[in-house]
T-cell receptor, first 114, second 113 residues
Framework: DGGITQSPKYLFRKEGQNVTLSCEQN?????MYWYRQDPGQGLRLIYY???????QKGDIAEGYSVSREKKESFPLTVTSAQKNPTAFYLC?????????????FGPGTRLTVT | SQKIEQNSEALNIQEGKTATLTCNYTNYSPAYLQWYRQDPGRGPVFLLLIRENEKEKRKERLKVTFDTTLKQSLFHITASQPADSATYLC????????????FGKGTRLSVIA
């Protein structure tokens, strides 16, 4: 089955620790994205990548880092510098960032930092 | 400033009626607009795409319109069912070249039996 997987579904961390969220796709898509979703806030773009070994900051990149060493993988690290990391994180992919391709989303990871 | 707004946070309708959701935008000139469905605790799922030169698009019980003069898209679900209850997100391309979609905050639709 083709699709996007995110793991784990739930993640708990102590404040001050870095944590890495996994995102893998087997759709052969060039573009991948990370979003954060908070209640009442909609989807906010953290980082995106149009091609392997390249990525750009989105609207709320501070406190996050990414890498794109393989086409199918786009892990997100939530660093201790992120002031309010508890949220629902969604990874997505598309054929490219060029219109008009729809985005395919993973099931999400709910991160709780205490 | 650029904005994309969905008319209401929540909408309740009776089963069998038509649900109409609104997406308005300011200071964008999108070439197309997309609608997604999101169920609680899950990722959004793509439903429909409409281009700027299309007035209307249909898929089964779904209909989307796109009015570039009013800077608005309407999303209709006819003969609504409780299974249609979900949050619906609109998204547009910022038309600034190879930049990702911009999403609205969504409208939570509840269809009451």
């Amino acid at each position: 089955d083709g699709g996007i997987t995110q793991s784990p579904k739930y993640l708990f961390r102590k404040e001050g620790q870095n944590v890495t969220l996994s995102c893998e796709q087997n759709l052969n898509h060039d573009a991948m994205y990370w979003y954060r979703q908070d209640p009442g806030q909609g989807l906010r773009l953290i980082y995106y990548s149009q091609i392997v070994n390249d990525f750009q900051k989105g609207d709320i990149a501070e406190g996050y880092s990414v890498s794109r060493e393989k086409k199918e993988s786009f892990p997100l690290t939530v660093t201790s510098a992120q002031k309010n990391p508890t949220a629902f994180y969604l990874c997505a992919s598309s054929i490219s960032t060029d219109a008009p391709y729809e985005q395919y989303f993973g099931p999400g990871t709910r991160l709780t930092v205490t | 400033s650029q904005k994309i707004e969905q008319n209401s946070e929540a909408l309740n309708i009776q089963e069998g009626k038509t649900a109409t959701l609104t997406c308005n935008y300011t200071n964008y000139s999108p070439a197309y607009l997309q609608w997604y469905r999101q169920d609680p605790g899950r990722g959004p799922v793509f439903l429909l795409l409409i281009r700027e030169n299309e007035k209307e698009k249909r898929k089964e019980r779904l209909k989307v319109t796109f009015d570039t003069t009013l800077k608005q898209s309407l999303f209709h679900i006819t003969a609504s069912q409780p299974a249609d209850s979900a949050t619906y997100l609109c998204a547009l391309d910022p038309s600034s070249g190879n930049t990702p979609l911009v999403f609205g905050k969504g409208t939570r639709l509840s269809v009451i039996a």
